[in-house]
């Protein structure tokens, strides 16, 4: 029996067209039983590089003309807005605004539950972080969750500022609730990203 050594075969798969690079076969034709096992061509990796060409080829010739549709499609588009007429200008415009507006709200009122969540856990002596585990849209919800989550882990032990590694410092680590209340939605959110 000669020795096996690993060549390249292909095999053609009529429905995926999928090639099988490395398949363990015997150099010669040796018969088992009463059939004879056919040898299997095997391709040098010059031969491979080409059949992968091709096929890339093939690939890229099904996209060539993406950017060539992309052009109609915008100039469709443009022939489409031409032929609105004013109003529907207008109330395209509006319905944009519209999103936009509704998105802003949206934001706006995440920003006021988040605001009344801090506010609530400074009065009741809990840690402003715990705001993210405090759940309820209004006020009388997130009061009844903060004291229920207060009553479940107990009031945090305040640590001693000025020893070991929580050093004295003169800043104020309580928010102005006052100045927080009058800040723009603008101003609010630069302080949340500065760390406040």
Do not use: C, H
Not at 70 to 89: L, R, S, W
Not at 152 to 174: C, D, E, R, W, Y
């Amino acid at each position: 029996m000669d020795s096996e050594e690993k060549v390249v075969t292909e095999n053609v798969d009529t429905e995926s067209k999928n090639i099988n690079t490395e398949t363990p076969v015997n150099t010669g034709t040796e018969v088992v039983g009463t059939q004879p096992v056919a040898e299997t061509k095997t391709f040098t990796q010059e031969e491979l590089n080409k059949i992968i060409d091709e096929r890339l080829k093939r690939e890229r010739d099904k996209y060539k003309d993406y950017s060539e549709l992309k052009k109609i499609a915008d100039e469709y588009k443009k022939i489409k807005e031409a032929e609105m007429t004013e109003q529907e200008k207008l109330q395209q415009k509006l319905s944009e605004y519209e999103r936009t507006l509704l998105d802003k709200e949206r934001e706006a009122e995440e920003l006021r539950v988040e605001l009344l969540k801090v506010r609530i856990l400074d009065e009741m002596g809990l840690p402003k972080t715990w705001a993210k585990r405090i759940f309820g849209t209004n006020e009388e919800e997130i009061r009844q969750d903060a004291e229920e989550l207060k009553k479940m882990l107990g009031t945090p032990k305040p640590t001693q500022i000025g020893t070991g590694s929580n050093p004295a410092t003169t800043i104020s680590l309580t928010p102005d609730l006052d100045k927080l209340g009058k800040m723009s939605m603008e101003e609010y959110i630069k302080y949340r990203k500065s760390g406040g």
